[in-house]
């Protein structure tokens, strides 16, 4: 059953595993809300992952399917999960969804996945990019402070710490605080920053488009590559995807939105709707500037644009854009992602320091605080990019799952009140289930080494599950 004390009103004491204590606050409204979605999928991928994508498919007419297919895709997961988010407001997200359509096993794998790997990996990707973009600036901060005679680091390398790794876990230190001390705090950071940021994207939409430099020819070149199959279009999906994750992150804090069953659906539709035009646009100024051989040999492409426009100055002022969007990113990822591990030990399965809410601030602080200081531990092992491949096909699994749920739920709570019902049902979470198969077989062919060791990481949960489960013994449900 859905937690009870899920309505309280936000001055309510609520008794989870930490005992009688503050229910979170309900502060967030329908524009911080949807400054969660946009903010945080908007990071750094749009400026990165069209190079890739590219290479796999040669055409820029397949690129532009990709990216159609892919925000199809991703709005049927935010039509279903935005019937699961109004009928179950409650902090966690999928973990709820999990929990209440499988059982707690399944709430409890995707908690720990995405505490001990996914979401502290995402978060450390996050800051590490944003001091990679400050070395354009500040080239010392791409220095080594410390080099060992370790071979510990990615790959086997010697293990080092950068100056700039520094400044990444400042960074998350100082959001943490930021958050920690109120989700009021947080959302307006997020809404202030989500908002420059998409001035500042539309600035460079807006100077590629009618800068007159460009030719719309070059939206039907091509670069020759090797076959163009159903694989190299999936795994052209897999980077747009990337791109496009974090929609589902607003659902996480679902117990700190007002009026959730209303505005929960609007921010998951509004958001990924203003995503995908965003996204559209963008790469319509990049291939109108850019040749599609340009695009594939560029590392930094929303940079590479403004330089062929108006020089290295542009370059820069570009470099200030993915500062700011990767900011947004960063703060809704802290945000969303530390009320994740604070409902699973709400519910007994993880430990009960990390359920506490602030009495002052009335935030899940304990869950935040061990979120960040392990994301910062991450930055400084240098693995996150790794840890976060490794993850994509267990995470995938329980995505798929999560939009299954809906079929699952509809059948086994009939009476659960659905103040909103994914529209094109059954064809729209069969849609995002259908092609969370199709990912998934094609990430295992590809990676399977990977996709194994993902799916061992998860699995090392497994016994901290049977010790909670074993041993809890005071949890309201």
Not at 67 to 75: F, P
Not at 83 to 92: I, K, R, T, V
């Amino acid at each position: 059953m859905p937690n009870p004390n899920t309505n309280l009103a936000s001055d309510d004491l609520e008794v989870t595993a930490a005992g009688k204590q503050p229910a979170l606050k309900r502060a967030l409204g329908v524009w911080s809300a949807v400054a969660i979605v946009i903010g945080t999928v908007i990071g750094s991928g749009i400026f990165l992952v069209p190079t890739k994508m590219i290479k796999d498919v040669g055409s820029v007419h397949l690129l532009f399917l990709v990216w159609v297919v892919a925000g199809i895709l991703t709005l049927f997961g935010a039509l279903t999960y935005a019937e699961l988010s109004a009928a179950m407001p409650e902090a966690g997200g999928e973990y709820v969804f999990l929990r209440e359509a499988y059982g707690p096993f399944w709430g409890f794998l995707y908690s720990w996945t995405q505490l001990s790997v996914a979401k502290a990996g995402s978060i450390a990707t996050l800051a590490t990019g944003f001091y990679l973009y400050l070395t354009g600036f500040f080239p010392v901060l791409g220095r080594p402070l410390l080099v060992t005679p370790y071979r510990i680091g990615p790959g086997g390398t010697l293990f080092e710490i950068h100056y700039g790794q520094l400044v990444a876990i400042v960074l998350i230190l100082i959001l943490c605080w930021v958050n920690y001390v109120g989700v009021e705090a947080g959302g307006a950071v997020q809404v202030s920053v989500t908002a420059l940021k998409m001035v500042l994207i539309g600035g460079v939409i807006a100077v590629g488009l009618f800068s007159g430099k460009g030719d719309w020819s070059r939206l039907n070149m091509a670069i020759p590559v090797g076959a163009v199959g159903l694989s190299a279009f999936l795994n052209a999906m897999v980077s747009a995807l990337w791109a496009y994750d974090g929609w589902n992150n607003v659902s996480m804090v679902s117990s700190e939105i007002k009026d959730p069953r209303r505005n929960l659906p609007r921010a998951l539709i509004l958001g990924t709707l203003a995503v995908i035009a965003t996204y559209l646009s963008i790469n319509v100024a990049y291939f109108y500037v850019l040749t599609p051989a340009q695009v594939a040999a560029a590392p930094r492409l929303a940079a590479e644009m403004m330089s062929a426009l108006y020089g290295s100055a542009a370059a820069k002022m570009v470099s200030i854009a993915v500062l700011i969007s990767i900011l947004a990113a960063l703060n809704g990822s802290i945000l969303s992602g530390a009320r994740v591990p604070y409902a699973m030990a709400r519910d007994g399965y993880f430990f009960k320091a990390l359920a506490k809410v602030d009495p002052r601030y009335k935030t899940p602080g304990n869950s935040m605080i061990t979120l960040c200081v392990w994301s910062c531990a991450v930055v400084l092992s240098g693995w996150f990019d790794q840890l976060y491949t490794f993850v994509i096909f267990g995470s995938w699994i329980l995505y798929g799952m999560t939009a299954a749920a809906v079929f699952v739920l509809r059948v086994k709570r009939p009476d659960m009140a659905r103040p909103y019902r994914v529209i094109g049902y059954p064809f729209l979470p069969a849609s995002f289930v259908l092609v969370a198969i199709l990912l998934l077989i094609n990430t295992l062919q590809k990676y399977p080494r990977e996709s194994l060791l993902g799916l061992v990481l998860m699995a090392l949960g497994i016994p901290i599950y049977l010790y909670y489960k074993v041993n809890r013994s005071n949890v309201i449900r």
